[in-house]
């Protein structure tokens, strides 16, 4: 069985663009809205996070997006539905991203089995640990073909890169800051942060997505040419609150 994330960089030689949304945030209509808003704009993949009470990678925005879903009275099952139903209106791969507790609670089986009927292609766990039964939680998305999206940063050891770059499927996600997501006013992404993507690049020939503080189109055009995806998700929802959908289609053109 083929996954579609495979199917995202058969489109070209051109960066692909990422989102994220917090399912049920500002309600679940609207995030489907937004999501088959986004798909219209040319964005390639959607990352949905289902939200939990304590986003530890997360910043000041999207945290207040995971307690406003939460205070909605979100689930996990919420979440389910909303991607089965979004895989009827958009032919875009769609993730899920969350923590472990969501995972481990359900039980990592049937989390995964209930992602794949939903249509979800890939998951993104930022603090499921590498080290701790990853096999276990890799066979049973290889048995239901789903792609682990390992989450890594510059300040990782070389040895435990060299690990997940091994196991790794679909591509894999670097952060351009270590530390918590967050859409950052600086014109230049950190020299440190490409030079850590170079060095990914050299070691792997596996797609590379690259975000955490990306928030205007000079971002975007930084990335051309060192990374595959650029990923946006704090100041998509920043826009949302500010200005509205219209302004986040705005924002994805051009950036597009």
């Not at 939460?70 to 139903?85: A, W």
């Not at 923590?99 to 609670?105: D, G, K, L, P, R």
């Not at 930022?126 to 039964?133: A, G, N, S, T, W």
């Not at 351009?176 to 859409?183: E, P, Q, S, W």
Request: with cysteine; charged share 25%; glycine share 6%.
């Amino acid at each position: 069985m083929r996954n579609e994330i495979d199917s995202v960089f058969l489109k070209g030689n051109r960066l692909k663009l990422m989102t994220h949304v917090v399912a049920g945030y500002p309600d679940l209509e609207t995030s489907k809205k937004i999501i088959q808003s986004m798909a219209r704009c040319g964005v390639d993949l959607v990352e949905i996070q289902i939200p939990f009470s304590d986003p530890l990678a997360d910043g000041p925005t999207i945290m207040a997006a995971n307690q406003q879903a939460l205070d909605n009275g979100v689930t996990p099952y919420d979440c389910f539905k909303m991607v089965r139903e979004l895989k009827e209106k958009v032919e875009i791969p769609l993730l899920f991203m969350t923590y472990a507790n969501i995972t481990f609670c359900m039980g990592m089986e049937q989390f995964v089995s209930e992602s794949t009927a939903c249509g979800i292609n890939g998951l993104i766990i930022p603090d499921l640990p590498f080290d701790e039964d990853n096999e276990d939680y890799v066979s049973v998305l290889e048995k239901y073909c789903l792609y682990p999206i390992w989450v890594v940063s510059a300040d990782i050891k070389t040895s435990r890169l060299k690990k997940i770059l091994k196991i790794a499927r679909g591509f894999i996600y670097i952060t351009l800051r270590v530390g918590i997501t967050g859409a950052v006013n600086v014109k230049v992404i950190d020299p440190e942060s490409l030079t850590f993507i170079k060095k990914v690049r050299q070691s792997t020939s596996i797609p590379i997505a690259a975000g955490f503080g990306i928030s205007s189109p000079a971002h975007v055009r930084q990335l051309q040419d060192k990374v595959d995806i650029a990923v946006i998700g704090s100041h998509i929802i920043d826009l949302l609150n500010q200005y509205g959908t219209e302004k986040v289609e705005e924002f994805i053109t051009q950036c597009r």
